[in-house]
């Protein structure tokens, strides 16, 4: 976080975001994961950030 002058909260918010947008998976005590590619949320049609 120190290399791109990023503070710890700011990352935290930004995980829980993609968290709950459906980007990617937390593991607990094994890290978090972008999900495949197959459940992306903008190949489900929910969801298209950039129009």
């Known amino acids: 976080m120190r290399q791109y002058g990023v503070a710890r909260e700011t990352v935290r918010h930004a995980l829980a975001y993609l968290r709950e947008s459906g980007w990617v998976v937390t ?4 890290g978090t994961y972008v999900v495949d590619r197959e459940e992306w949320p903008i190949n489900k049609g929910s969801y298209f950030p950039f129009r």
């Open 27 to 30: 593991v607990a005590y094994g």
